[in-house]
């Protein structure tokens, strides 16, 4: 049943990947041509350990430096494919109007170079704790998995209080995707649907794109990362953990300063008002601000924009521009006076007669 939906809606969706995919960037469309012919390429299985990062050989003395660069193109299942296209077309839509063509393209060869590093670092680490020469002939490193995580970082970053979904547990925002898609993958590894380098690269992606953009993305007004306090590391964890989160990293940044890997926050004091003065920090000011509302605004405007409307309010003018007239036929109260009037003659006392009686009483 699931099989003949599918079926009966692929057209619909062929349509819709096709408009979107026509409509992107040159970026976008070489990103997805290169993901294409790398999933072909992975037939060969002689060209694996050359196209894909292997540990054991990007070490000397092979020094396979190049598949740092290569193995983010290599996927071994069709699936994989069209999630990497279709992650690659949403950063296209929803990142490249902010950012530009190259910044994005900037962003993605750090993610994924700097993801493929770290887990090679990784496995090496595990074969000198483990001695098993699998972890370093055996594990193939490739895929985009590591700048999907890094997306979902992004995204968090411009729409973090975005609502994707109400449910009965509460509302999911974008600022949860990067720890459930973490969650998640790390399931699918335990029950074998995902290759063994995906949730640690997915991690590695997370945490590398975050150091990215909260300290090193450099912006149009010139300053360099983000240092808004939704898009600190303690923000990626629920609520209750926060608290703790925040001490530990903010501990490790404070040892990172020091030793000059990380530089402190520059505060801008503005004394120009005499009454106030106004402190500001990287990725506060209203550019940053203002570079965040864009997208959220456009979501808000696609949601809007589908409602239908169901009835129109009454206009108060009528289309010749006047303002409707009272009906006609609408009879004012008419209030009817009386045009006779009857006069009432009132006896006129007789002042001389009363003063004759009080005389005459007196004199008795």
Same mark, same amino acid.
């Given at each position: 049943?699931?099989?003949?939906?599918?079926?009966?809606?692929?057209?619909?969706?062929?349509?819709?990947?096709?408009?979107?995919?026509?409509?992107?960037?040159?970026?976008?469309?070489?990103?997805?041509?290169?993901?294409?012919? !790398?999933?072909?390429?992975?037939?060969?299985?002689?060209?694996?350990?050359?196209?894909?990062?292997?540990?054991?050989?990007?070490?000397?003395?092979?020094?396979?430096?190049?598949?740092?660069?290569?193995?983010?193109?290599?996927?071994?299942?069709?699936?994989?494919?069209?999630?990497?296209?279709?992650?690659?077309?949403?950063?296209?839509?929803?990142?490249?109007?902010?950012?530009?063509?190259?910044?994005?393209?900037?962003?993605?060869?750090?993610?994924?170079?700097?993801?493929?590093?770290?887990?090679?670092?990784?496995?090496?680490?595990?074969?000198?704790?483990?001695?098993?020469?699998?972890?370093?002939?055996?594990?193939?490193?490739?895929?985009?998995?590591?700048?999907?995580?890094?997306?979902?970082?992004?995204?968090?970053?411009?729409?973090?209080?975005?609502?994707?979904?109400?449910?009965?547990?509460?509302?999911?925002?974008?600022?949860?995707?990067?720890?459930?898609?973490?969650?998640?993958?790390?399931?699918?590894?335990?029950? !074998?649907?995902?290759?063994?380098?995906?949730?640690?690269?997915?991690?590695?992606?997370?945490?590398?794109?975050?150091?990215?953009?909260?300290?090193?993305?450099?912006?149009?007004?010139?300053?360099?990362?983000?240092?808004?306090?939704?898009?600190?590391?303690?923000?990626?964890?629920?609520?209750?953990?926060?608290?703790?989160?925040?001490?530990?990293?903010?501990?490790?940044?404070? !040892?990172?300063?020091?030793?000059?890997?990380?530089?402190?926050?520059?505060?801008?004091?503005?004394?120009?008002?005499?009454?106030?003065?106004?402190?500001?920090?990287?990725?506060?000011?209203?550019?940053?601000?203002?570079?965040?509302?864009?997208?959220?605004?456009?979501?808000?405007?696609?949601?809007?924009?589908?409602?239908?409307?169901? !009835?129109?309010?009454?206009?108060?003018?009528?289309?010749?521009?006047?303002?409707?007239?009272?009906?006609?036929?609408?009879?004012?109260?008419?209030?009817?006076?009386?045009?006779?009037?009857?006069?009432?003659?009132?006896?006129?006392?007789?002042?001389?007669?009363?003063?004759?009686?009080?005389?005459?009483?007196?004199?008795?």
């Amino acid at each position: 049943m699931a099989t003949s939906t599918v079926q009966r809606n692929m057209p619909y969706i062929r349509e819709q990947f096709s408009a979107a995919f026509g409509k992107s960037s040159v970026v976008v469309k070489s990103v997805s041509v290169a993901v294409t012919i !790398g999933y072909f390429l992975s037939f060969l299985t002689a060209a694996i350990p050359y196209l894909t990062v292997t540990p054991g050989y990007v070490l000397p003395p092979n020094m396979r430096i190049w598949a740092f660069f290569t193995q983010c193109f290599i996927e071994f299942h069709f699936w994989e494919v069209l999630v990497d296209i279709a992650v690659v077309i949403l950063c296209g839509k929803l990142l490249e109007p902010l950012w530009g063509a190259m910044d994005m393209l900037l962003f993605f060869l750090i993610t994924n170079v700097s993801v493929a590093l770290s887990t090679t670092i990784f496995y090496v680490l595990i074969y000198f704790l483990s001695r098993n020469e699998e972890y370093l002939f055996e594990t193939h490193i490739h895929g985009l998995v590591g700048y999907i995580a890094g997306f979902s970082v992004a995204v968090k970053q411009v729409m973090p209080d975005h609502i994707l979904m109400a449910s009965p547990f509460g509302k999911l925002r974008n600022t949860h995707i990067p720890l459930l898609l973490l969650f998640a993958a790390g399931s699918l590894r335990l029950v !074998g649907a995902l290759d063994g380098p995906f949730p640690v690269m997915f991690g590695f992606g997370i945490f590398l794109s975050w150091i990215y953009l909260r300290f090193y993305q450099k912006h149009s007004n010139g300053n360099r990362g983000d240092m808004a306090d939704n898009f600190n590391f303690a923000s990626f964890f629920p609520s209750q953990l926060q608290p703790l989160i925040a001490i530990i990293s903010n501990s490790i940044f404070m !040892g990172m300063v020091k030793i000059r890997i990380c530089k402190k926050p520059q505060r801008k004091y503005d004394v120009s008002s005499p009454s106030t003065i106004t402190i500001s920090l990287p990725g506060t000011e209203p550019q940053d601000a203002e570079r965040r509302r864009q997208l959220a605004l456009k979501a808000l405007n696609d949601r809007l924009s589908k409602v239908e409307q169901t !009835g129109k309010w009454p206009s108060m003018v009528d289309e010749e521009g006047k303002s409707p007239e009272v009906a006609k036929d609408v009879k004012e109260p008419i209030v009817h006076s009386s045009t006779t009037t009857s006069t009432v003659k009132l006896p006129i006392p007789d002042f001389k007669e009363n003063a004759k009686d009080v005389s005459s009483d007196g004199s008795t």
